[in-house]
């Protein structure tokens, strides 16, 4: 598809990013092995759908329904019921929520995303941060502290424009800004400007509720917490590709936020240990909060740096880390990644340098989930990111440096197979699984029906399973 095909298409700019990562990515995206397989113009046309897409939100919003607590139909029903409550206006016009089960995957559900609809922009601004942004086009309203800049009058009740900053260049407590920026919608300012940039101590809660998004999507805040779990379906997918039962001991060894470690013990009935590590102390009570609220006792979670649990003393005890070799039946190991599959993200100002900081990292974390895993075991390793030497390169260095490790395949396996460029064989990459939304990104239309656009429009990702023999 030309280029200028690929633009019609879209509502935002392309994801902007610093020169030398847009060539970095250049050049996995075109490597000789993808060149001589598609041809220059196809590998070209995916790349360039790739910068595009990564700016624009999936067409559905994922919920991972909490079926250890509740039947998936009984979570369906009472989501709907909450929704419609959401949705209702002073009119007695009946409220319709379409949420539609996943056909391969038993505890999801879809709700489709509304979007881009007719919109029409106001001459008073809010500008927020590109975070901010990425979640308003998710259907989040716009929290105070992602606030940037606010017309200098702005009084509680006044309708306002809501625009994403894409460079990162907008200065704090700003009553205007002209550099890079694009509009998500409209909303009702809750907060007065002096309660955002004049308080000694900073405001809290909604800072504009929205009312004309750009996308139109529920808003999930407060609505049933402990039944459903917003989670972008390839996360749910590692879980289920992990493969847990009841009375293992699991590793999750990168775990926070605890979306995934308490996905992990749900499938596990709560019945075993799942530990769950983190080197981040302020990150750690957020995997607390989630397992309280969704009832699960078997997670045991701990403040500490993965790439050294594993115990020189084999004669420890397992109760925490560091953790005696062998000590765990499956290991998680969703490793810390540059991010470059998140979507919506319309602008990353990380330098090449930093991206390719992580490789390192993901390979000391890669030693110590094999000494971790038992003989017999099984190892995930997973990123939100879209690059190379993050995914398949790693496959490759894996295989080489482990002799025990062996790939298995994935189920479900509803990703596309991993990407040519490490070297690995055909076999190998029909076993990895590799979510890449630029593949089929033209031809997922609202016209297609949810549930078969929902396994290609999502967000980049990558998951490959080892087996330890």
Known sequence: MPSSNIEEMSIFPRISLKPEVTDYLKSVFLNKEVLAAVGHQE????????LTCLSHPPSYTCVRANTHLAPLEEIRHKLGEELKKQLCTSSAEEVSVQILPHPRIPDVLLLPVDGPRPVKQLSSEVVVGAQCG??????AHVFVPGILASPKYMKAGDVVSVLSDLEGRCTRGATSF??????VGNGVAQIDRSSIFCTDEPAKGIGV?????????????????????????PSVVVGHVLGPRPGERILDMCAAPGGKTCHIAALMRDQGEVVALDRIRSKIDRI???AQMLHLRSIKVYCFNSTQAVSSDLAQEAEGPPFPPESFDRVLLDAPCSGLGQRPSMSCTWSLKEICSYQPLQRKLFHAAVQLLKKGGVL??????????ENEEQVAWALQTFPCL????????????????????PEQLRLLQRFSPELSWDQT?????????????????????FLKN
């Open 178 to 183: 002209q550099g890079k920026k694009v509009f």
């Open 406 to 425: 062996t790939l298995q395949p994935q189920e479900p396996h509803i990703g596309a197979e991993g990407m040519l460029g490490a070297g690995l064989s």
């Open 209 to 233: 509720r929205m009312v004309e998004p750009l996308y139109q999507s529920p808003s999930f805040d407060g609505v049933l917490p402990n039944l459903a779990f917003l989670q972008n379906l």
């Open 288 to 290: 607390h909060q989630n």
């Open 134 to 139: 990425s979640a308003v086009l998710r259907g």
């Open 43 to 50: 590998a070209d046309c995916r790349f360039q759908k790739l």
């Open 445 to 465: 239309g609202t016209a297609a029906p949810l549930p078969c656009r929902a396994d290609r429009d999502t967000i980049g990702f990558f998951i490959a399973k």
């Open 380 to 389: 995930v390793y997973s990123t939100c990111t879209v690059t190379l030497a």
